[in-house]
């Protein structure tokens, strides 16, 4: 499956963005998805993840209230509508999908990664 995140830019504190990552080639209800993101010098880490069918969502402590991450799977895509946002969120956002994770967790290791969309948070 090829993921291609977007939705990236430049945003002042308190500002939104919404992300999208469009799935293609595999069968998209097959693949929990997840978000994570790397900020320059650091490890990266996850953000937000969704199940198959879409009602069961995990959140990062430092991102819970503040994204929420949805999926529409006739239109192959899943989002991540992120509000509030921090200097701190600055970072590269990949989207990732897996087949084999039937629960989701923060730990769990994704087989498919799009290449990142730029976050800038100004403050």
């Known amino acids: 499956v090829q993921l291609q995140a977007s939705g990236g830019g430049l945003v002042q504190a308190g500002g939104s963005l919404s992300l999208s990552c469009a799935s293609s080639g595999g069968t998209f209800t097959n693949y929990a998805v997840g978000w994570f993101r790397q900020a320059p010098g650091k490890e990266r880490e996850f953000v937000a993840a969704?199940?198959?069918?879409?009602?069961?969502?995990v959140y990062a402590d430092s991102v819970k209230g503040r994204f929420t991450i949805s999926r529409d799977n006739a239109e192959n895509t899943v989002y991540l509508q992120m509000n509030s946002l921090k200097p701190e969120d600055t970072a590269v956002y990949y989207c990732a999908a897996s087949s084999r994770i039937w629960v989701l967790s923060p730990f769990a290791e994704y087989d498919y990664w799009g290449q990142g969309t730029q976050v800038t948070v100004s403050s």
């Open positions: 969704i199940s198959r069918s879409g009602p069961a969502t």
